[in-house]
């Protein structure tokens, strides 16, 4: 907790770096930095950061922690990245706080960073299945060291991203949730009929990556599949950028001008249409030609060519469950099957 896996003091979850450093006088400042926490954007929300730091403090001073660490293990960079977990773990501090503290906090004091963290990109209801996805949290990995024009620098590689999808009202045994024609592993909540999974992908293409040879994922595309009647009865569509392809030229003056530039990537519309086949291999559609005797052909010409007509259908795979990361979908592993 004192330093990070590369033994760096100054990227732990407790830094103790102007705690009382022998070094110097600027170190010896009796300041303990808790750089697990993200920077407010309102003076109130870092008011309840503290508040929640001494209230806290103070219960463990009254009743000390003896239990055993819990080696959480890949369920940190898994299920604790979605807003759902989240908000049931600090639900768990907040009962905490509540019973052994005698502190009345409340998790709706919480909501300002949730929506800050994890905000909205869209929501729906098909067939009274309520659907939404929200941002989820990914950690970027810092790449090799890298010559440029001001000296030697290091890339972080922030082309993949990662979104949470739930849905409620739903029946596993008839319908599947797919994204771009991959089964997404939902795990069920304590709530019936409600469903959770994260889903990660790659954003955009930068010159200098992690993946470099690993296409783009976007445009996201969920379809709700009905496996009894093979049909999607529907489905929306997420963008990372302005579907039109429209480049911003000034940040956004406010909030809610933030909001409706988010809004514009979602589309609760524009589902995949068709049979449904569930498949392997991709599928491609064929040119063939074929003699027409049942039209007048002029001498010079033998033949035509013309499409095949086919039946337009929906091909969607399952990718088997990570078991390290048993909560996200990872598209990036279906161009490994390809």
Not at 87 to 106: Q, R, T
Request: glycine content about 6%; overall charge neutral; aromatic content about 14%.
């Amino acid at each position: 907790m004192l330093t990070d896996i590369t033994g760096n003091t100054h990227r732990s979850e407790f830094c103790i770096d102007k705690l009382y450093s022998p070094d110097s006088s600027s170190g010896r400042l009796g300041i303990l930095e808790l750089r697990a926490f993200d920077m407010p954007p309102h003076s109130q929300m870092a008011l309840l950061q503290m508040l929640l730091v001494r209230a806290l403090v103070s219960t463990f001073w009254k009743k000390p922690y003896k239990h055993n660490l819990v080696r959480w293990g890949t369920r940190l960079h898994d299920q604790f990245l979605l807003e759902h977990y989240v908000k049931e773990d600090i639900k768990a501090v907040v009962d905490y706080l509540n019973e052994e503290g005698g502190y009345e906090f409340k998790l709706d004091w919480f909501d300002p960073f949730f929506e800050f963290r994890f905000p909205l990109y869209g929501m729906t209801t098909i067939n009274n299945m309520h659907t939404e996805i929200r941002a989820a949290i990914e950690p970027w990995h810092v790449l090799g060291e890298e010559s440029g024009s001001q000296g030697t620098s290091r890339y972080v590689d922030s082309s993949v991203e990662r979104l949470q999808v739930k849905i409620q009202n739903f029946n596993e045994e008839r319908y599947v949730l797919t994204c771009n024609g991959v089964q997404i592993p939902l795990v069920k909540t304590n709530i019936e009929g409600e469903y959770v999974s994260g889903v990660r992908y790659k954003a955009w293409q930068p010159w200098s990556a992690l993946h470099p040879t690993i296409g783009v994922d976007t445009p996201l595309t969920f379809d709700i599949i009905d496996t009894w009647n093979k049909k999607s009865i529907g489905g929306f569509n997420y963008f990372v950028s302005h579907p039109g392809g429209r480049s911003y030229d000034t940040f956004p003056v406010n909030s809610y001008e933030a909001e409706s530039r988010r809004i514009n990537r979602y589309w609760d519309f524009n589902h995949s249409q068709g049979e449904v086949e569930n498949y392997d291999p991709v599928v491609g559609g064929k040119l063939v030609i074929q003699e027409r005797k049942d039209v007048k052909i002029p001498k010079k010409t033998q033949r035509i060519i013309e499409e095949k007509k086919e039946v337009k259908k929906l091909y969607y795979h399952q990718m088997p469950r990570n078991k390290e990361y048993p909560f996200t979908l990872d598209l990036r592993q279906r161009w490994m099957k390809q």
